[in-house]
């Protein structure tokens, strides 16, 4: 498939999945002080943009080190959206283990929150299926982390607006 930059951009906004973040977020950061959320959310996005970005330069050579092709990647990423869609249909019963406090670093917010293996593969094959547009592609990327970046730092007031509330309870 041929992606031009606004669909590789649609797509891994699609796949980093800020909405979709926001109560992973809001979850990981409870303990930590308000102030000092937008910091943290900036900086674990900061985190997975230079984790996306070492995965477009090096990814390729990494595949080829474990033997993988680009095929098979597509499958495993396919098995992981799969994975993922069945976990969102019957949720797993919450575990007791003790929250965990202070700031979370890299996992699980960067890592896999942001930057799943979905995200990986998708930077992964965008710069492998068209490498002389790799510019492009980490536009694309710069883009996608802003996007992420906003609607996390601003994700306190995404959940408590009347407008949300309403959509959540006419959708759910």
């Given amino acids: 498939m041929n992606y031009t930059f606004a669909s590789a951009t649609i797509l891994l906004i699609l796949i980093t999945d800020p909405i979709g973040n926001i109560p992973i977020f809001a979850n990981a950061l ?18 997975t943009f230079v984790l996306l ?36 249909i019957f949720p797993q019963p919450a ?3 003790p929250d965990a406090v202070g700031e979370p670093l890299i996992v699980p917010l960067a890592i896999p929150a942001i930057a799943g ?14 490498p002389a547009r790799r ?9 996608t982390m802003a996007v992420s970046a906003v609607v996390l730092v601003l994700a306190e007031r995404i959940q408590r607006s009347p407008a949300t509330a309403s959509w959540l309870l006419s959708n759910g």
Avoid at 58 to 72: A, K, P, Q, T, V
Avoid at 135 to 143: G, Q, S
């Fill in 30 to 47: 409870r303990h930590v002080a308000p102030e000092r959320r937008p910091w943290v959310i900036l900086r674990e996005v900061l985190i």
């Fill in 135 to 143: 510019m492009e592609w980490i536009r694309a990327l710069c883009i």
């Fill in 53 to 88: 970005l070492l995965f477009m330069f090096i990814g390729d050579g990494f595949l080829r080190l474990m033997n993988l092709s680009e095929l098979s990647l597509q499958i495993g990423g396919g098995v992981i959206l799969f994975l993922i869609a069945l976990r969102m």
């Fill in 95 to 97: 575990l007791n283990t």
């Fill in 117 to 130: 293996p979905s995200a990986l593969a998708t930077a992964l094959l965008l710069v492998s299926q068209a």
